[in-house]
């Protein structure tokens, strides 16, 4: 049997397909959604784990961080808070 894309007289129809038209589409490689997996950890829990890096907060960055809970502040209002603080005037 002869495989080709050439067109018969319908126009519509190709010669020698090699698949069903009801056959299901296969998915590009690469498509599937990714998963957001991991966990969150709290302030504490961090503050333990950046001290063993040898990390540690400043006065001056503990309380903006209780300024910005205790006034709600969302994530992007919180890092806009932290970038207006370290910005050069």
């Given at each position: 049997m002869?495989f080709?894309?050439?067109?018969?007289?319908?126009?519509?129809?190709?010669?020698?397909?090699?698949?069903?038209?009801?056959m299901?589409k296969?998915k590009q490689?690469g498509?599937k959604?990714?998963k957001?997996?991991?966990?969150?950890?709290?302030?504490?829990?961090?503050?333990?784990?950046?001290?063993v890096?040898?990390?540690?907060?400043t006065p001056t960055m503990k309380?903006?961080?209780?300024?910005a809970?205790?006034?709600g502040?969302?994530a992007?209002?919180y890092?806009?808070t932290i970038?207006?603080?370290y910005r050069?005037a």
């Amino acid at each position: 049997m002869r495989f080709s894309a050439k067109r018969n007289d319908a126009g519509a129809n190709l010669t020698g397909m090699c698949y069903t038209p009801d056959m299901p589409k296969t998915k590009q490689p690469g498509t599937k959604a990714k998963k957001k997996g991991g966990f969150v950890i709290g302030r504490d829990s961090f503050g333990k784990i950046s001290a063993v890096e040898g990390i540690r907060l400043t006065p001056t960055m503990k309380k903006r961080s209780a300024d910005a809970e205790r006034k709600g502040l969302s994530a992007e209002e919180y890092r806009q808070t932290i970038m207006r603080s370290y910005r050069k005037a």
